[in-house]
């Protein structure tokens, strides 16, 4: 377990890196929402969140340890919820580390751009630290109930995984406006990552137009 948190550290951090160093910034600004490329990272880190989480419930299932922790605790209600609170500590921990290494990380890559560049002062960018924190906790959640729902570590961490990277990628394929609208307003990725600042533009002025009569 201590590897995956490690590895969503790890995996969260690098791809914000990377996504921060291919910007190309000027003097006049950058192109697109610095803090949303900063945090790039959730997209990779998100999945080893979601494997953790259920590997907590389901390694009990396939071992059949979950029966002498019934034993020893009666109430499943006590058990799970048990079991969500130290998820949500792990995550948090993990979470924090991560978010503010990839915040770090944008900061040093990219340019001094004076109140542009990612600051934790800034309200939006503090913002979309803490939603972001929290977005990872709830897919642990969402993984650790699906995994205590089909008792299956392969089958539980597909199917979170679908919804986080196919039920989008479909979206996009249908013609219906409504229905499109409704496939993203469900996806827990689309959901849970509005909290992040949406994508204005901090690029350079656009040649200028021509003069109003």
């Not at 951090?13 to 006049?28: D, F, N, R, W, Y």
């Not at 922790?69 to 924090?96: C, W």
């Not at 929290?134 to 597909?158: F, H, K, N, W």
Request: net charge positive; glycine share 12%.
């Amino acid at each position: 377990m201590l590897w995956l948190l490690l590895g969503t550290v790890a995996a969260t951090v690098a791809l914000s890196t990377v996504a921060t160093s291919v910007v190309h910034c000027t003097a006049s600004g950058c192109g697109g929402d610095t803090t949303k490329v900063a945090l790039m990272g959730i997209y990779l880190g998100q999945a080893l969140v979601a494997i953790l989480a259920a590997q907590i419930i389901s390694g009990e299932y396939s071992s059949g340890m979950i029966r002498t922790t019934l034993t020893a605790i009666p109430r499943r209600a006590t058990v799970f919820a048990g079991k969500a609170v130290v998820l949500t500590g792990v995550v948090a921990v993990g979470g924090t580390v991560a978010v503010l290494g990839s915040v770090l990380a944008g900061r040093l890559t990219l340019p001094d751009l004076g109140d542009r560049t990612l600051s934790m002062s800034d309200g939006p960018t503090l913002r979309a630290v803490f939603g972001t924190v929290l977005y990872l906790i709830l897919i642990g959640l969402l993984s650790l109930g699906t995994a205590t729902a089909v008792r299956d570590s392969a089958t539980s961490i597909g199917i979170v995984l679908g919804l986080l990277y196919i039920v989008p990628i479909v979206s996009l394929t249908i013609g219906d406006p409504h229905w499109q609208r409704l496939f993203q307003k469900f996806a827990p990725m689309n959901a849970g990552l509005a909290i992040q600042p949406p994508p204005t533009s901090l690029a350079c002025p656009s040649a200028p137009g021509p003069a109003s009569a």
